[in-house]
């Protein structure tokens, strides 16, 4: 089992080493060819990513004069977005599938590298007693209305999906049941009670949702709008892992230096900072265990 985690350890620092020697290369070479620097850089990112993205634009203008320009949204809209023509110079995804097919579509300059993990955890109020003991049996009682994010357009909600999968395999009958609570959900809005109220913030609040699966990155700014919610990360055996992917769309200098910038140490920090994980730390492995 040691020798087995040692290996899996040394292949990983492996592929990194490649993955930053790759992208090293490809820094020179585009700043070698570039007689003037484009100052902009476009980041299409999942909405996850925000506090990284922010960050990541304070980092990119103090340390390599370069501004950021940021759209958030589903990785799987957005994906569909570049798909029809749009032009990013970078895409940060919630999955590493989105990216994957963009780069089978020949309109990457790299391959699709992973910067980032995160947890799957459920949310609900505290009156509601969901445990990790008795979850399932939560998820399915009638009258608890879960919630998730759209499967496909999000890859939160393709993580929720999955682990309805994975409860199924131990209870059948059970994903279907679940599949067709949350669908029934997919589209329940509630009106904020102010400008900076989050939509689960208000779904929540207006007690149209019992739970919901999200990401635990995101929980801590939703505790502090709702005081009664809690929440713990899924069970390691139905947990999906999320990994996050970057897809680089153009080769500008800038760009390439932002998507190694999040591979380094300082990088992996602000990927810490934010609630995720970093990429180079085992999944199943993170401190919210």
């Not at 800038?254 to 970093?278: D, T």
């Amino acid at each position: 089992m040691i020798g087995s985690r040692i290996k899996r350890s040394g292949w990983r620092r492996q592929v990194m080493t490649t993955a930053l020697a790759t992208m090293a290369t490809l820094v020179g070479a585009s700043l070698a060819r570039a007689e003037t620097a484009t100052a902009t850089v476009e980041i299409y990112s999942a909405g996850s990513l925000r506090g990284v993205v922010g960050d990541l634009t304070q980092a990119a203008a103090s340390s390599f004069d370069t501004e950021v320009k940021a759209t958030f949204g589903g990785s799987g809209s957005l994906r569909e977005r570049i798909e029809k023509g749009e032009k990013p110079d970078l895409f940060l995804s919630a999955d590493v599938g989105s990216p994957r097919k963009l780069q089978t579509q020949g309109r990457t300059v790299v391959p699709v590298i992973a910067f980032a993990r995160n947890r799957m955890c459920i949310v609900s109020p505290r009156s509601a007693n969901v445990t990790p003991g008795n979850l399932i049996d939560r998820l399915l009682a009638k009258g608890v209305r879960v919630k998730t994010s759209t499967p496909i357009a999000d890859p939160s909600g393709d993580y929720a999906w999955a682990i309805f999968d994975r409860i199924d395999a131990v209870r059948p009958g059970a994903g279907a049941t679940l599949k067709d609570k949350a669908q029934s959900l997919l589209g329940v809005r509630a009106t904020p009670a102010s400008a900076t109220q989050s939509a689960a913030a208000a779904l929540f609040a207006s007690k149209q949702i019992d739970v919901s699966i999200t990401y635990c990155s995101g929980f801590p700014a939703l505790e502090k709008e709702v005081p009664e919610l809690t929440s713990f990360p899924v069970p390691p055996k139905l947990d999906p892992h999320p990994l996050y992917g970057v897809a680089v769309l153009s080769d500008k200098p800038q760009a390439l230096r932002l998507a190694l910038f999040l591979l380094s140490e300082q990088g992996q920090a602000i990927i810490a900072k934010a609630g995720l994980v970093p990429v180079t730390e085992p999944a199943g492995e993170s401190s919210r265990d």
